[in-house]
Nanobody, 121 residues
């Protein structure tokens, strides 16, 4: 499975952004997809995940009131929309895929290359 993330950039605090992750490979239907992030000097943390069907989603407490994860019509693309961005949302955001990926089992089998999101004041 190959994952290609895009959509990062510089955003003002209070603004919004949408990240995209395009997956390719075989048996994509077996994988949940999601996002992690790593802020400077911190460990990588789980952000959100979604099942193949799109019917179930998970979010970290730090973003759940401000984020929406969704799948595109082709289902091989996943989006993360974040609103009301805060300075502490600044991080490299990684797309990930995992058979049992969720907020409880925040382990990915595959990783994308990461896209930088910088929130400015």
């Amino acid at each position: 499975v190959q994952l290609q993330a895009s959509g990062g950039g510089l955003v003002q605090a209070g603004g919004s952004l949408r990240l995209s992750c395009a997956a390719s490979g075989s048996r994509l239907y077996t994988y949940r997809m999601g996002w992690f992030r790593q802020a400077p000097g911190k460990e990588r943390e789980f952000v959100a995940a979604i099942t193949w069907s799109g019917m179930t989603t998970w979010y970290s407490d730090s973003v759940k009131s401000r984020a929406t994860i969704s799948r595109g019509d082709a289902r091989s693309t996943v989006f993360l929309k974040m609103n009301s961005l805060k300075l502490e949302d600044t991080a490299i955001y990684y797309c990930a895929a995992g058979i049992e990926l969720s907020s409880i089992n925040a382990k990915a089998d595959y990783w994308g290359q990461g896209t930088l999101v910088t929130v400015s004041s």
